[in-house]
């Protein structure tokens, strides 16, 4: 049986690296906190809510599950109280916006960070963008489908000067655009799903169906 409640946090916590030290920035059910202790990748995590509801059924579930000993829980903002140890951040289940916010919020607390793992629901150009110019680089990512919803995981590494994309690689991954493995190959395909649509509906402007017309064009060709 899976240590983690979603092939999502599982795909996550494949691109854990061995022996790091996690601060996972929005926690929530502590699934990814407990499974990283428990499969012995952690020996500690940094788990972080900022809101009281989701930071004490965290705490209740990191101390059901008998791991409160090597989790470092917080009450607080982002990356705001994020400690010295940790070199890894997961910021996952938010949108890219948001994950970016957090980030540029407290940016100054990044200097020990090496690794980011990142699950933006949406606005994934944005934070790739973002990361990109923070000086990150993409170096895997994995695309799967749970409960008929696509998601990218992805795991950046710290470089040691900005990283140039092309507008093709953040609109469809760095790596995935590629590499255009299969599951890559459906998560395009389910974008060109979702503007077809889009379009169906008359009422769009002209301005953005020209722009889905082309969009769509253009990725019937990349997975041809
Ligand atoms: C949709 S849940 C995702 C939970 C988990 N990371 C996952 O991927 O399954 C997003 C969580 O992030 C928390 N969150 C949002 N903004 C935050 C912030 N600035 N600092 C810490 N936690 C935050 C929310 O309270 C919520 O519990």
Known sequence: MSLYVSKRLEAIASLVEEGSIVADIGADHGSLTIGLIKSGKCKKVFAVENKK???SRLKQ???SAGVLDDVELSLS???ECLPQYCDTLVLAGMGGLLIKNIIENHKNKLVNIKTIIIDPHREDRLIY???ASMGYKMEDSVFLKE???YYCVSKWI???KEVIYSEEELEYGP???HTKDNMWKEWIANKIETNRRIMENSDIPDSLRKELVNKNQFMEELIK
């Open 147 to 149: 409960k008929n919803i």
């Open 175 to 177: 790596i995935g655009i």
């Open 129 to 131: 963008q973002y990361l």
């Open 53 to 55: 509801g989701p930071y």
């Open 61 to 63: 579930n990191v101390s």
């Open 158 to 160: 710290q470089n040691d």
């Open 77 to 79: 903002d982002g990356i």
